[in-house]
C-alpha cells in the first residue's frame, strides 16, 4: 500500500495585519482549497484543525470553529497543537486517517490573528510554567533564543551580521511577486544594518513579524486523484518529531538544557533528526531536494537550517548562499516564497502554508518565484516545547 | 513631634527553591536523581526526565556556580510580562547562557549592570551572583545572574 497521500487542493489567505477574526482567514482558505480541488464542502468527510492560543475558546477547538463555520455537515474532527509545529500534526492526523481507509477526502486548516510585538505567555502567576519562568526571572523573548544561536554562529564559524542581513535580502526578492506574502519590498543590507537592535546580534529586520493569515489544504489519497485524473502533488513524508534525551542544545522556552552528564546527546542534534527523520521516511536526502522551505524566524536560523538539512556542511552555510546556490535560479533556493522574511508568522497556519507553496511550485504554478523543474521539496520547522515539523512533497 | 524611621525593605527570591539567599555565595539548586544521578534545573519533584529511569526521587544539590559563556543576546526593547523592569524607563540588559562542566548543562541568567552585551564574547568565565530583579514598596526581589568572573578560582 501506497504510504503517499495527494494534495488535490491547496488554498491560503493573504498574510499581514487584516484586524479580524481568525475564523475569516481560516474560510477563505479552506473555501480556496476546496474549489482548487475541483470538489465541494460536502465531499469532505476529515476536518483536521490547526489551534490557535490567542484567540479564546474557538482557537482551541479550531477544527469543529472552521467545520462550524463551513456548515456542520457530521463530518469527522481533530484539533491540534504544536506550537509551530501545529500545522504538521494536523497534516499528519488527515494522512493516517486517509491511509488506515477512515476517510477520502480531509480538509486540513490553520488561522491565525496575532498580537502586535512580542509573542507573550499567558496572563496570570504561574511559577511552574517553563514560559512564565523565562520570561519572568531571565527577561527571555523568542528573539533571545535566535540571538543566541546567531552569536553561536559568529563565534564558531565567524559569520557576520552582513551574513545574516543577506538572507532577508534573498528572500525579499523571493517574495516580491507571491501575491500571500505581507511584506514585497526589497530590502538592502544597509536598511537592515541601520534598523534597530532588537535582541543582540539581531536587528528588527532580521527577525520575522508576527501576522494573520490562514492556509488550507484538502488532502485524499493517491487513488482518488488519480480517478480524477489529475497527477496531483504527493506527501511522501511527515516528521512531527520530539528531541530526544538528552538535549544539549538550549530550546524555547526552557531556562536550561537537559543534563548531559548521565547520558551522551544523540549524534544528530534535534533540528537534524527532523530532517533526516522525513528524509529516511520518504527513501531521499538531501540532495534530492530542488527547494526548500525553512523556518526564518531570523536570518541567522535560516543559515542553521542549511546545515541541519544537510544542504551544506556545517559552519558552510555562510559561503553557501553568498555562492547563490540557495537564490532563485540557484542550485537548490531555500524560501522561494519569500519566507517568514516575507509573510511574518501566523503560528497554526505556517507549517500548512509551506506545504501550499511546495504544492504549487512542483504543479509549476509558483508565478514569478518558481524553481524550474521542481519535482522534490521539503517544508521543515520548529516550535517550541520540543516540537518538530518536516514535509516532504514530490511530484 | 517627627518620627523618623528606616524602611529597610525584605529581600525575597524571585521564586522559591531555584537558589539559595546567601549574596556572598549564591548556588542554583538543582535536583539530582537517586537512581540514575541525572542532574536538572530547575529541580525535579516527581519524574525523572532520562527515559532510561524512572527514578521518582530526588536530592537537592547546589550547582556549579561558574561555566564558560555558551552565548549571550540582549533585550534592546522591553519584554512583555510577567517580565517587570526594576527602572521606570526601561534599561536594556544583556542575557547570558553558561554551560556547567561538572553538570554538562546550559543555564540561562540576566547578566548584571554595569555589564551588557559589549562586555561578553563566547567562552568566557563567567560566575554566579544575586542580584535585584525589580523592587516593590516593601520589597527587594533578587534573582540569579551572571557575571563575567572577577578572579580565578
Not at chain 1, 506527501?235 to 552528564?261: E, G, K, Q, V
Not at chain 1, 551544506?312 to 533556493?333: D, Y
Request: with cysteine.
Amino acid at each position: 500500500m501506497s504510504k503517499e497521500v495527494a494534495i488535490l487542493g491547496v488554498g491560503m489567505h493573504p498574510w499581514g495585519k487584516w484586524g479580524r477574526n481568525f475564523v475569516e482567514y481560516g474560510v477563505k482558505a479552506a473555501r480556496d482549497a476546496i474549489a482548487d480541488a475541483g470538489i465541494s464542502w460536502k465531499d469532505v468527510d476529515f476536518v483536521a484543525g490547526g489551534d490557535t492560543m490567542r484567540n479564546g475558546y474557538p482557537g482551541y477547538v479550531a477544527g469543529s470553529t472552521f467545520a462550524e463555520a463551513l456548515g456542520f455537515n457530521g463530518t469527522r474532527v481533530a484539533s491540534c497543537y504544536g506550537a509551530c509545529a501545529t500545522g504538521a500534526q494536523a497534516i499528519d492526523v488527515a494522512r493516517s486517517r486517509i491511509l488506515a481507509g477512515l476517510s477520502d477526502v480531509a480538509l486540513v486548516v490553520g488561522a491565525d490573528a496575532a498580537p502586535k510585538g512580542f509573542f507573550a505567555p499567558q496572563k496570570g502567576d504561574r511559577p511552574q510554567d517553563p514560559d512564565w519562568q523565562r520570561f519572568r526571572l531571565v527577561g527571555m523573548t523568542n528573539p533571545n533564543y535566535f540571538g543566541l544561536y546567531a552569536r553561536r554562529r559568529m563565534a564558531l564559524y565567524g559569520a557576520k551580521s552582513e551574513d545574516f542581513a543577506l538572507v532577508k535580502v534573498k528572500n525579499s526578492r523571493h517574495g516580491l511577486h507571491n501575491p500571500y506574502a505581507r511584506y514585497r519590498k526589497e530590502v538592502t543590507v544597509e536598511e537592515i544594518m541601520a534598523s534597530p537592535l532588537v535582541a543582540d546580534p539581531l536587528r528588527l529586520l532580521d527577525i520575522c513579524a508576527t501576522s494573520d493569515g490562514g492556509a488550507a489544504l484538502v488532502l485524499t489519497s493517491v487513488e482518488f486523484a488519480e480517478k480524477r485524473g489529475i497527477k496531483a502533488p504527493r506527501i511522501a513524508a511527515i516528521n512531527a518529531a520530539t528531541p530526544t534525551f538528552p538535549n544539549p542544545i538550549l530550546d524555547m522556552p526552557y531556562i536550561s538544557t537537559d543534563s548531559a552528564a548521565v547520558a551522551a546527546p544523540a549524534a544528530r542534534g534535534f533540528k537534524p533528526s527532523i530532517a533526516y527523520g522525513a528524509y529516511e521516511e520518504a527513501g531521499i536526502g538531501p540532495e534530492d531536494l530542488d527547494l526548500a522551505e525553512v523556518y526564518d524566524l531570523s536570518t541567522a536560523l535560516e543559515l542553521d537550517w542549511y546545515e541541519q538539512i544537510g544542504l551544506c556542511g556545517e559552519g558552510e552555510a555562510e559561503a553557501f548562499l553568498r555562492s547563490g546556490a540557495t537564490t532563485l535560479g540557484g542550485k537548490v533556493p531555500v524560501n522561494p516564497s519569500g519566507g517568514l522574511a516575507c509573510f511574518g508568522e501566523a503560528v497554526p497556519a505556517q507549517a500548512i502554508a509551506q506545504v501550499c507553496e511546495l504544492a504549487w511550485q512542483i504543479r509549476g504554478q509558483a508565478e514569478g518565484r518558481q524553481v524550474e523543474g521542481a519535482k522534490v521539496g521539503l517544508a521543515i520547522n520548529q516550535g517550541l516545547f520540543g516540537h518538530g515539523s518536516a514535509v516532504i512533497v514530490k511530484g | 513631634m517627627f518620627y523618623f524611621r528606616v524602611v529597610t525593605k525584605k529581600t525575597v527570591p524571585a521564586i522559591e527553591g531555584f537558589f539559595t539567599m546567601d549574596p556572598e555565595r549564591p548556588r542554583l539548586l538543582g535536583s539530582r536523581c537517586k537512581r540514575c544521578g541525572n542532574h536538572a534545573f530547575p529541580a525535579e519533584k516527581v519524574f525523572c526526565k532520562n527515559p532510561s529511569c524512572d527514578g521518582d526521587e530526588f536530592e537537592t544539590v547546589e550547582l556549579s556556580a561558574r561555566g564558560k559563556l555558551w552565548s549571550f543576546s540582549h533585550n534592546g526593547y522591553q519584554p512583555p510580562p510577567p517580565y517587570v523592569s526594576p527602572t521606570k524607563e526601561y534599561e536594556p540588559f544583556a542575557i547570558a547562557a553558561v554551560e556547567l562542566e561538572a553538570e554538562k548543562m546550559v543555564v540561562l541568567g540576566m547578566v548584571p549592570k554595569p555589564y551588557d552585551h559589549t562586555s561578553l564574547e563566547v567562552g568566557m568565565e563567567m560566575e554566579l551572583v544575586l542580584d535585584t530583579l525589580f523592587e516593590t514598596e516593601e520589597e527587594r526581589v533578587v534573582v540569579w545572574k551572571w557575571r563575567p568572573a572577577q578572579a580565578a578560582v
